[in-house]
Nanobody, 128 residues
Framework: QVQLVESGGGLVQAGGSLRLSCAAS????????MGWFRQAPGKEREFVAA????????YYGDSVKGRFIISRDNAKNTVYLQMNSLKPENTAVYYC?????????????????????WGQGTQATVSS
């Protein structure tokens, strides 16, 4: 089972960009689909983006389509989330998560219950 560590969060002005990284330990990173979720204060954790084990398929929440890009580098055991045109409402703790490759990712990519491993989260704050 992998362990996940996020980094790259911080404070940015509205309209700016951040690039989040999620580094996975272990040699089985390519056996997992990967997702990014976020949780704002007082709100439920919500889906942001997901990527299949090979990187061949990507999925996005409606509110981030066209602004965020998920990618992965299996040689580096890392998944990324490039966040552009950030808005104050994007302020949240961002979590990466891993789902076993057996998951039909095209059906369940936004269902957080399908993700077996979670990182500790990284805070992203967007000021107005």
């Amino acid at each position: 089972q992998v362990q996940l560590v996020e980094s790259g969060g911080g404070l940015v002005q509205a309209g700016g960009s951040l690039r989040l990284s999620c580094a996975a330990s272990g040699r089985t990173f390519s056996s997992y689909h990967m997702g990014w979720f976020r949780q704002a204060p007082g709100k439920e954790r919500e889906f942001v983006a997901a990527i299949s084990w090979s990187g061949g398929s990507t999925y996005y929440g409606d509110s981030v389509k066209g602004r965020f890009i998920i990618s992965r580098d299996n040689a580096k055991n890392t998944v990324y989330l490039q966040m552009n045109s950030l808005k104050p409402e994007n302020t949240a703790v961002y979590y990466c998560a891993a789902a076993p490759v057996g998951l039909r990712i095209h059906l369940y990519y936004s269902d957080l219950r399908q993700y077996a491993v979670w990182g500790q989260g990284t805070q992203a704050t967007v000021s107005s």
